[in-house]
């Protein structure tokens, strides 16, 4: 599949829209059913993230975080679309805390501890490696990636495992 650069741009702006207002599925208040204009609710626990982060020492580790319950508003400061070509970007920490959703290509990523994981299309990674010797990012094919750039308080394991707030399913 070809992604031109205005897919990519298109799809930024509406995650932009999404994850800064807050939108999802409204609900009828009266039953807790979707209205019909609205997708009905998936179960929660479906969404897994993968999560590489560092540890006391800045050793880096992957690891995965299960998301309960949905719709979970996310606070993004900002979305950066790229396109990058096949190659190695050796050694390096997260820049800031940024969720990354595979769009495009196949990734293999690298962790201080020598665990090796493969990212395809349509995986989320949240990482927060900034200290010590962060990771390696191996693109073994062209890769095209939406990047989220989140606050520096911003709490991963939390957010995944807070209870929905009634007042965001209103969008």
């Known amino acids: 599949m070809n992604t031109d650069r205005r897919t990519l741009i298109a799809a930024g ?35 897994e993230i993968i999560h590489i982060y560092a540890d006391e020492k800045g050793v880096s580790h992957v690891g995965k975080v299960t998301v309960q319950g949905t719709p979970k508003p996310l606070p993004v400061t900002g979305v950066v679309a790229t396109s990058i070509a096949q190659g190695t970007e050796d050694w390096h920490q997260a820049p800031r805390k940024t969720f990354t959703i595979n769009v495009v290509g196949d990734i293999e990523a690298e962790v201080g501890d020598g665990t ?18 962060g990771h390696v990012t191996r693109l073994l094919t062209p890769v095209a990636n939406l990047f989220l750039q989140m606050p520096d308080d911003f709490d991963l394991v939390a957010w995944a495992n807070a209870p929905v707030d009634p007042d965001s399913r209103n969008g």
Not at 26 to 33: A, F, N, T, V
């Open 13 to 47: 702006t509406a995650l932009t829209a999404l994850f800064a207002t807050g939108a999802c599925a409204q609900e009828d208040q009266s039953e807790g059913q979707p209205l019909p204009n609205g997708p009905a609710k998936g179960p929660s626990g479906l969404m």
């Open 116 to 133: 090796k994981i493969p990212i395809g299309k349509g995986d989320l990674v949240y990482l927060e490696d900034r200290s010590g010797k």
